[in-house]
Nanobody
């Protein structure tokens, strides 16, 4: 089992930045592909970005390329999502997730999920 806990969400003005963290426990994080998703009110949960176990490969949704960056520190068992130039439409609950294989990254087919952290961007 892997337990995931997100943090770093909050209220920010449009154009601002936030860095989300996802702390893992229970297993060695480097064994897992990690992803970030978000769910806005009334919408389906959507993929944001993923990173390989070593951190050597990343994949991001077109909608966030150039603004959001995923990274990881396996020594700290933590994955990050740096979000810059935030927009009101980025308001959502952000979730991190873990899976064992580098495929199907934008799908919901991840083995473990965190509880989410709220990000609110004001205009």
């Amino acid at each position: 089992q892997v337990q995931l806990v997100e943090s770093g969400g909050g209220l920010v003005q449009a154009g601002g930045s936030l860095r989300l963290s996802c702390a893992a426990s229970g297993r060695t994080l480097s064994n897992y592909v990690m992803g970030w998703f978000r769910q806005a009110p009334g919408k389906e949960r959507e993929f944001q970005a993923a990173i390989s176990g070593s951190g050597g490969s990343t994949y991001a949704a077109d909608s966030v390329k150039g603004r959001f960056t995923i990274s990881r520190d396996n020594a700290k068992n933590t994955v990050y999502l740096q979000m810059n130039n935030l927009k009101p439409e980025d308001t959502a609950v952000y979730y991190c997730a873990a899976k064992g294989v580098w495929r199907g990254l934008p799908t919901q087919q991840y083995d473990y999920w965190g509880q989410g952290t709220q990000v609110t961007v004001s205009s």
